[in-house]
C-alpha cells in the first residue's frame, strides 16, 4: 500500500524592495517551489511580473505605476486561477530592518507593525515598501496568519562592543544608530546547514560566512551566534559590493560638499548606485561580465576584482578577532556559490589561516552544488553552501501558524 502524502504546507514568501517584489509559494517541509516569480519595475512607466510556473516561464505587463498593491492583486489572481491558495497555511514578508526590536520571526499582530514601522526610519525605502507588502497582503489573505522574518535577527547576538559606533552615545539610545547587520536569514542557513555538513554540533561550530550577491556581508559566527558582521546601521557598510562601495572615510562626505556641491541625495546615489564593482570596473556591477573581461586583458576589471578579493580577506582576518579558532570559511549568495576565480583569491590570501582551495572541487562547486572545497590537509575548511532564504521564511512562517 503506498504511504498517504502528508499535507501540504505551502508558504507564500514575499519579498518587498523599493520597486521590486519578489515572491515565491514553497513547501515548507520539503523546500519544493511551486511557483515563484519577481515583479519590477514597479511605479514606473513599465512595470511588469515575470514568474515560473510547472516548469514554464511567463511575462505579465503590468499598467503604468502600478506598484506593490497591483502586483500582490495580480498575483492573488494568479494564485485562485491555479487553484495554489487551498494549501497555503501561512504569508511569510521578507522584513529588511527588524531595529533593535525583533530578535526573531514574528506573528503580524498591531504591535509587530508598530515595531516595523519605528524600524522603518532607519531604512525608509525598504521598510515602506515592507510594510506595503504586509498590508497588501493582509487584505488578500484574510485568513492567512502573516509573519515577519527579520534579515536584521540574527545579529541581535552581538554585543556592544561590536555593534557601538565610536559617535556619542546619545545617538544610540536617542536615535538608535548602531550597527544592525543584515543578510542574517543568509548567514544563519548557511551556517547551520554547514554544521550539518562537516558533521559538528552548530553550538560548537566558529564559521565565518561571506555572502556574495549583488549586495555582499560577512558574519563571525562563534558558537552558533552571529557575534560580528560587516554591515551597519545600513546595508552600505562593510565590503565591497557590485554597486555599493563598502567602507569609506565618513571625511568623504565633507569633500563631496564642500568641493564638489553634492547633496546628500547625490551622495547616497554615488556611494549605492555608482560604487563598487562598477564603480571601479566603468563596466559593471555583474561579477560575471567583469570576471570575462577580466580575462580578456581588461585592466580596471581585473583591478575591480582584486580590490573585491583583498577586502574581503581582510575583513574575514579581522573577524579572527572575535572568534579566535575557525572551524570553516562559507562561500554563499551569486558570486559566493559560483566564481571559483574569487573564491580561489580570497583563500589563498588567507594561507595563514589554515585554509587551502582544492582546485577539482572548488572548478566543480557552482550552479547550486554544495561542498568542501579545500583539500583533506586545510586545518581550517573552504566550503560552498548554496542559500535558501525563502525556505528559512517558509519554515519560521510554516512554524509559527502551526503553533497558533
Ligand atoms: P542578489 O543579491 O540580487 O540576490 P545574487 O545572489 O543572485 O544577487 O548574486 C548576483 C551576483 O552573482 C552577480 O554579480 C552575478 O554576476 C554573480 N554570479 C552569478 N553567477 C555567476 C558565475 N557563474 N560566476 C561569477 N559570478 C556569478
Redesign the pocket.
Known amino acids: 500500500m503506498s504511504a498517504q502524502p502528508s499535507s501540504p504546507h505551502h508558504v507564500l514568501v514575499l519579498n518587498c524592495g523599493s520597486s521590486s517584489l519578489k515572491f515565491a509559494i514553497l513547501d515548507a517541509i520539503s523546500s519544493e517551489e511551486i511557483i515563484s516569480g519577481l515583479a519590477e519595475r514597479l511605479g514606473s512607466s513599465s512595470p511588469s511580473i515575470k514568474y515560473k510556473y510547472l516548469g514554464k516561464k511567463y511575462l505579465l505587463e503590468l499598467t503604468a505605476n502600478q506598484a506593490h498593491k497591483e502586483a500582490i492583486d495580480t498575483l492573488v489572481k494568479l494564485i485562485n486561477e491555479q487553484n495554489l491558495a487551498s494549501n497555503l497555511i501561512a504569508v511569510g514578508h521578507r522584513v529588511v530592518h527588524g531595529g533593535e526590536h525583533f530578535t526573531k520571526s514574528m506573528l503580524i499582530d498591531d504591535a509587530v507593525i508598530k515595531g516595523i514601522t519605528q524600524a522603518a526610519t532607519l531604512a525608509p525605502l525598504h521598510g515602506h515598501a515592507n510594510l506595503l507588502g504586509i498590508a497588501s497582503a493582509q487584505a488578500a489573505f484574510k485568513g492567512l496568519p502573516q509573519v515577519a522574518v527579520f534579515d536584521t535577527a540574527f545579529h541581535q547576538t552581538m554585543e556592544k562592543v561590536a555593534y557601538l559606533y565610536a559617535l556619542p552615545y546619545k545617538l544610540y539610545t536617542d536615535y538608535g544608530v548602531r550597527r544592525y547587520g543584515f543578510h542574517g536569514t543568509s548567514h544563519y542557513y548557511v551556517a547551520s546547514q554547514t554544521a550539518e555538513l562537516l558533521d559538528q554540533p552548530i553550538e560548537q561550530s566558529n564559521f565565518i560566512s561571506a555572502?556574495?550577491?549583488?549586495?555582499c556581508s560577512v558574519c563571525a559566527i562563534k558558537n552558533g551566534k552571529s557575534v560580528d558582521t560587516s554591515m551597519g546601521l545600513t546595508p552600505l557598510e562593510g565590503l565591497m559590493m557590485?554597486t555599493r562601495s563598502g567602507d569609506i572615510d565618513p571625511g568623504l562626505f565633507n569633500f563631496l560638499t564642500t568641493q564638489l556641491n553634492y547633496d546628500a541625495q547625490q551622495i547616497d546615489d554615488l556611494l549605492n548606485k555608482q560604487s563598487g564593482?562598477l564603480g571601479i570596473s566603468e563596466l559593471s556591477?555583474?561579477?560575471?561580465?567583469?570576471?570575462e573581461a577580466a580575462v580578456a586583458g581588461n585592466e580596471k576589471a581585473i583591478l575591480a576584482l582584486e580590490m573585491f578579493c583583498y577586502r574581503l580577506a581582510k575583513q574575514v582576518a579581522a573577524f579572527m578577532v572575535p572568534l579566535q579558532r575557525l572551524d570553516a570559511l562559507i562561500f554563499t549568495?551569486?558570486?559566493?556559490?559560483?566564481?571559483?576565480?574569487?573564491r580561489d583569491k580570497v583563500i589563498t590570501q588567507l594561507a595563514y589561516l589554515g585554509l587551502d582551495c582544492d582546485n577539482g572541487a572548488n572548478l566543480a562547486a557552482?550552479?547550486g552544488t554544495q561542498g568542501v572545497i579545500s583539500s583533506q590537509h586545510a586545518s581550517t575548511k573552504a566550503v560552498v553552501m548554496p542559500?535558501n532564504e525563502e525556505w528559512v521564511i517558509a519554515r519560521d512562517a510554516a512554524a509559527i501558524a502551526q503553533e497558533l
Open positions: 555572502h556574495l550577491g549583488n549586495g557590485g564593482l556591477n555583474d561579477c560575471r561580465t567583469i570576471e549568495g551569486g558570486i559566493g556559490e559560483n566564481s571559483d576565480i574569487i557552482r550552479f542559500t
